[in-house]
C-alpha cells in the first residue's frame, strides 16, 4: 500500500512510521520546512522513546520519507491520512478545523486516482461529512471515500500502543474504502487486534467518548482521593479494591494532580461544546472539566499547606513538570498552574524534569530550572513531586532531606511510602493516603 500522512507531528509522524515499518510505503507531508529539514537529518521534532531508531531504519529501508510537496506526496497514494492539529479554538472551546479543511482543499488539488481520505486526527463528529464535500466540490470526477480512523496512543508509549492498539476503529460504509482500510490495518489484525467498522458519525463520536470516559475515570478517583484524606482511607486500596473488579478495571486509577496534555483537556471541552450544540448537555463532563480545572491549583494550595500554610520568601521545588512522563510535552501540565499558585503566594519556584525544561521556560515564567533532582533540594522549603519519570523512583532521601532548608515532601504522585519518607528524616504528604506522623 502507498499512503501518504498528512502532518508529522505526534500522532501522523508515529503512525506513519509504524505503517512504514509494516511494510508499506509511506511518505510523511508537512508544512513546516523546518521539521522536515530535522526529520530528514534524523532529529525528532518530539520526544518519544523508540521513535528516532524506528524513523531511521525505516528511512534506511526505503519505505518512509518526509517532503513539503503535498501534490508529490498525494500522487499515486492508495490512502492518505489527515493527521493535522485540532487545537481548541480561542474563546470558545470548539475544536480547531482549520488546517483539516485546508489540508482536505490541498488534496482535493492533487487527487490522481482512487483514493481513501482518513481523518485520524481527533475531529468533532460531522467533520468527514464536511471532508467529503469540500472534496466532491473540488474534485467532482474523482472516486474518493471519507474515512474516519481515530488514534488512541498515549504520547510516551505511542509505539506499543500503535502496533498493539485494543482496538481498530474504522467508520465507513464505503465498500472499497472497507478493503484499503483493511489492508492497511492486515499486519495488526493478523496480531488479533479487533477491528471495528463503523458508521462514520459513529467512529468520530468513540474518540470523543473514550477521552471522556478516562478523564471522567481519572476525576473520580482524585475526587475519592480527597475524601480519602478526609476520613482517613487510603486511596491506592480504594483503586485496587474497585479495580479488580472487571467491570470497573484498574487501569486510570491513578490519583494524582489532575489530568493534563493535548488531548483530554482539549477533548473534553470540544466534546461539551458539541453537545450544547445538539442541546444535549453533558452535565457530568461539565463537572469532570471544571473539577479537574480547580484541583491543580489546589495542588499549589496543599504544597503550602505542607509548609505550614506561609508560602511568602520560602522556596519551593518541583520534580517534573511535563504532564506526564516519557515526554517533553507541556500543554496543560499541572505544574504550570502549581507553579502559578505558589508564586502568587510569594514563593520561589525551581524545577527539573529530564526533557520538558526547555518547552517548560516558555510557560513557566519565573521558574528557575537545575540540572538535576538534588539541586532542586537544595535548600528548599518544600519539594514536590509533580511527575513520576522513573528517575525520580529510587531518590536518596536520606541526601534530599539533609539539603534542604525545611525537610518536606509532598508527592503528588504517590510514588513513595510514607513510612520510608518518614525513616530518612523527610515530612512527607501524598494524596488521598494518610501521613506518617
Ligand atoms: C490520551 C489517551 O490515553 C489516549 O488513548 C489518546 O489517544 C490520547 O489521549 C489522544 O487523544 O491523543 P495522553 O494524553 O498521551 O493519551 O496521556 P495519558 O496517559 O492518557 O495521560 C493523560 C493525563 O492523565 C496525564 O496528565 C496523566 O498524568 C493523567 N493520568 C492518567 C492520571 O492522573 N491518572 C491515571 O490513572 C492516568
Not at 31 to 49: H, N, T, V, W
Not at 53 to 79: H, P
Not at 170 to 176: K, L, M, N, P, S
Not at 199 to 204: D, K, N, S, V, W
Request: negative net charge.
Amino acid at each position: 500500500m502507498k499512503i501518504t500522512m498528512i502532518g508529522a507531528g505526534y500522532v501522523g509522524l508515529v503512525s506513519g512510521t509504524c505503517f512504514a515499518d509494516f511494510g508499506h510505503s509511506v511518505t510523511c507531508v508537512d508544512l513546516d520546512q523546518r521539521k522536515i529539514d530535522a526529520l530528514l537529518s534524523g532529529i525528532m521534532p518530539i520526544y518519544e522513546p523508540g521513535l528516532a531508531e524506528l524513523v531511521a531504519s525505516n528511512v534506511a529501508s526505503g519505505r518512509l520519507s518526509f517532503t513539503t510537496d503535498l501534490k508529490a506526496g498525494v500522487a499515486g497514494a492508495d490512502a492518505v491520512f489527515i493527521a493535522v492539529g485540532t487545537p481548541s479554538r480561542r474563546g470558545d472551546g470548539h475544536a480547531d478545523l482549520t488546517y483539516v479543511y485546508q489540508a482536505t482543499r490541498d488534496i482535493a488539488s492533487a487527487i490522481t486516482g482512487p483514493l481513501v481520505v482518513v481523518t485520524k486526527s481527533t475531529v468533532p463528529v460531522g467533520t468527514g461529512d464536511e471532508v467529503e464535500r469540500i472534496l466532491r466540490d473540488a474534485a467532482p470526477d474523482a472516486e474518493v471515500a471519507v474515512v474516519s480512523n481515530p488514534e488512541f496512543l498515549r504520547e510516551g508509549a505511542a509505539i506499543s500502543d500503535f502496533k498493539r492498539p485494543d482496538r481498530i476503529v474504522i467508520g465507513t460504509t464505503d465498500a472499497r474504502a472497507k478493503l484499503v482500510m483493511q489492508d492497511i490495518y492486515r499486519p495488526l489484525y493478523l496480531n488479533q487486534a479487533p477491528l471495528l467498522f463503523t458508521e462514520r458519525r459513529t467512529a468520530e463520536l468513540i474518540k470523543y467518548a473514550a477521552n471522556a470516559f478516562l478523564a471522567t475515570k481519572i476525576t473520580f478517583i482524585n475526587e475519592m482521593a480527597d475524601l480519602c484524606e478526609a476520613v482517613g482511607a487510603d486511596v491506592q486500596d480504594v483503586a485496587r479494591g474497585i479495580g479488580l473488579d472487571n467491570r470497573i478495571g484498574s487501569k486510570f486509577l491513578h490519583a494524582g494532580p489532575g489530568y493534563g496534555g493535548s488531548c483530554f483537556p482539549k477533548d473534553t471541552l470540544a466534546l461539551l461544546k458539541t453537545a450544547e450544540d445538539h442541546d444535549v448537555p453533558s452535565r457530568i463532563i461539565e463537572a469532570v472539566v471544571q473539577v479537574n480545572d480547580s484541583r491543580k491549583r489546589a495542588m499549589g494550595r496543599k504544597i503550602i499547606q505542607a509548609m505550614g500554610g506561609e508560602a511568602r520568601g520560602k522556596t519551593v521545588g518541583l520534580l517534573g513538570v511535563t504532564f506526564k512522563p516519557n515526554t517533553d510535552d507541556m500543554r496543560d501540565a499541572p505544574s504550570i498552574a502549581i507553579a502559578q499558585a505558589l508564586q502568587d503566594a510569594g514563593a520561589n519556584v525551581v524545577a527539573y524534569d529530564p526533557e520538558g525544561m526547555e518547552a517548560a521556560k516558555s510557560v513557566m515564567p519565573g521558574v528557575t530550572f537545575k540540572s538535576d533532582p538534588y539541586a532542586v533540594a537544595e535548600g528548599a522549603d518544600a519539594l514536590a513531586l509533580v511527575t513520576e519519570w522513573d528517575a525520580f523512583r529510587a531518590l536518596d532521601l536520606a541526601k534530599i532531606a539533609k539539603t534542604m532548608n525545611s525537610p518536606v515532601l509532598v508527592d503528588l504522585r504517590n510514588v513513595y511510602k510514607a513510612e520510608e519518607a518518614r525513616r530518612h528524616g523527610l515530612r512527607y504528604t501524598s494524596i488521598g493516603r494518610p501521613t506518617a506522623d
